[in-house]
Every structure is written in structure tokens, then in C-alpha cells.
């Protein structure tokens, strides 16, 4: 079992960069396979990168070069750093975590959510 509280959205002008934070309580982070999502209104949940035990990531396509995923695991801690944001970016922004494996399988099997973090990019 584990619970996720995401932080650092907020309003941004486009071509600004933010820091998402995504703390997770649980004595075996170290097991699970995080990730990032996001869904704007009206569209489905999309995915943007994944991290495993030992930082190996995977980006969706569309998401790479402007997005870095990252892991601390002293810290239970996975970030997103945006870069070069645009209002297209605006969303709710999503951290998951699992333990069966670090795929992309869809429907996304991601077992834990967290509440999500709303960033706003405004031109």
C-alpha cells in the first residue's frame, strides 16, 4: 500500500519551467515503478514518462525533451521538471506508482494515484 501527494503546480507564463513533487508514504519505495500523467479537460489521461528502482526511464513520445522525470529514493520522492511550458500543457498533473513491472500497458495498470497537481500555462 501506498499514498501520493503531488505539489509544485500552479499558474506559469508559457516558456516558464516548474518542478512537480510527488511524495510517496511507504516503507518499500524502493519496489515500485513511478510515474507521471496528466489530463487536461475534456481528454482522456495521458501518459508522460515512467522511472524504475534504478532510474531507468521512458518517455512517451510526445513528451520527450521538454519533460524530465527523476527519483529520489532517500527522499520517497519523484519529480517532474517541465521546461519550455506551453498552454497546452495546462492540465492536472498525475503521479501513479506499481509494482508489477515499468510498461506502458493500457489501460494504464497503475495501482496508486495520487490527487493530482493543477498546472495552468497562460499565454
Not at 61 to 82: C, E, H, P, W
Amino acid at each position: 500500500q501506498v499514498q501520493l501527494v503531488e505539489s509544485g503546480g500552479g499558474p506559469v507564463q508559457t516558456g516558464g519551467s516548474l518542478r512537480l513533487s510527488c511524495l510517496a508514504s511507504t516503507n518499500s519505495y524502493s519496489r515500485y515503478c513511478m510515474a507521471w500523467f496528466r489530463q487536461a479537460p475534456g481528454k482522456e489521461r495521458e501518459g508522460i514518462a515512467t522511472i524504475e528502482n534504478d532510474s531507468t526511464t521512458d518517455y512517451a513520445r510526445s513528451m520527450k525533451g521538454r519533460f524530465t522525470i527523476s527519483r529520489d529514493n532517500a527522499k520517497n520522492t519523484v519529480y517532474l521538471q517541465m521546461n519550455n511550458l506551453k498552454p497546452e500543457d495546462t492540465a492536472v498533473y498525475y503521479c501513479a506508482a506499481k509494482t508489477i513491472d515499468c510498461l506502458w500497458n493500457y489501460p494504464y495498470d497503475f495501482g496508486y494515484w495520487g490527487q493530482g497537481t493543477q498546472v495552468t500555462v497562460s499565454s
